[in-house]
């Protein structure tokens, strides 16, 4: 998932053309049937998580969403339907990490990852997905040299079918704290290291090195060679996006949704605690009770992930008009 800062775009208000599905949940590991059905419908519906009685409508169609951004740990389950999302402009992150079932106890088996990211690619383009590698944290288990080794295994795995590596080391979240009792924080010192070690892979392998939240304290850390090969700007950031679209953006100004980035999050049409990967560093489930609860409500017809709408509900539709500006972009042309 990409990590948490959104904004409530109920209360604000402002426009949002970038759908994003994967800060609250993995839909293309378990909600793939009903996300093809809202395609079908034209919309979804969005239960406000700061105020559930609050609803957003959102339009699902190419000439309002510009980018349809999914994040996922599996894309399995959608990959021979993505003929029915041929009308949108799409960009992936596909989340891959080195850790066993201790970690993360419900994520399918790397090697079939590793070759569904590369079937994916092949569908939709290297420019247009993205290889995750985080969260990063420290034990004996999963020491510096491990993360090192099996970092450059998978760019190896990985090499000509993305154009960049998300990498961001762990944030204690409350929720973390509770599901991962023990886990600490990785120190700068340790940061740059891996950050160094990682840049230096990725150069050989053609991907670009994008810290996620990240302090740009850590390019400075790295050595001179490995230092140009890492971006801590934003991993879905305006420039991001138009390489991946081939079209410019005319995003208005302060659309960043985080201070640390200047990613473009947008509207996420996911719920939290319905994700059954059942990851101990996850922030957005509270606790597995809570996930198979929600999982219990989640109706594939219903135009919400979990549950219907109640006679209290108030719906709003979201303001929505396309930042596209028709033009194309330098990437197309050279």
Not at 36 to 42: H, T, Y
Not at 67 to 73: A, D, Q, S
Not at 136 to 141: I, N, W
Request: include cysteine; glycine fraction near 6%.
């Amino acid at each position: 998932m990409v990590r948490g800062g959104e904004k409530d775009l109920w209360k604000s208000g402002e426009k949002t053309m970038i759908l994003n599905t994967g800060s609250r949940t993995d839909i293309p590991a378990y909600y793939s049937d009903w996300f093809f059905n809202r395609i079908k419908e034209g919309y979804v519906l969005v239960r406000n998580p700061y105020n559930p009685v609050r609803v957003t409508k959102y339009l699902l169609s190419p000439e309002v969403v510009d980018v349809m951004v999914f994040c996922t740990k599996n894309p399995l389950p959608m990959l021979d339907r993505l003929s029915e999302l041929s009308a949108f402009d799409m960009f992936w992150f596909v989340t891959i990490t080195p850790y066993g079932k201790d970690i993360e106890p419900f994520v399918p088996d790397k090697e079939g990852i590793l070759e569904a990211f590369v079937r994916l690619s092949k569908l939709v383009g290297p420019e247009r997905i993205s290889w995750r590698y985080d969260p990063v944290f420290l034990t004996e288990k999963y020491s510096a040299d491990y993360h090192i080794r099996q970092f450059e295994k998978m760019a190896g795995r990985l090499k000509g079918h993305t154009r960049q590596c998300v990498v961001s080391f762990i944030d204690l979240y409350e929720k973390t704290r509770r599901n991962f009792p023990g886990v600490c924080s990785v120190s700068f010192s340790e940061q740059a290291y891996l950050t160094d070690a990682f840049a230096g892979i990725a150069a050989g392998t053609g991907l670009q090195i994008h810290l996620c939240c990240e302090s740009e304290r850590l390019i400075a850390a790295c050595r001179e060679q490995t230092a140009k090969n890492v971006d801590a700007t934003g991993c879905m950031s305006k420039e991001v996006l138009e390489a991946a679209i081939g079209c410019r953006l005319d995003v208005p100004k302060k659309k960043g949704a985080r201070g640390e980035c200047n990613c473009l999050l947008g509207a996420d049409i996911g719920a939290y605690n319905t994700c059954a990967h059942g990851c101990l560093y996850c922030y957005a489930n509270y606790d597995r009770q809570s996930v198979l609860e929600n999982r219990k409500n989640h109706d594939p017809a219903s135009p919400l992930l979990t549950g219907n709408l109640r006679a209290e509900d108030i719906v709003k539709e979201a303001e929505q008009t396309s930042w596209k500006n028709g033009q194309m972009s330098i990437f197309d042309i050279v």
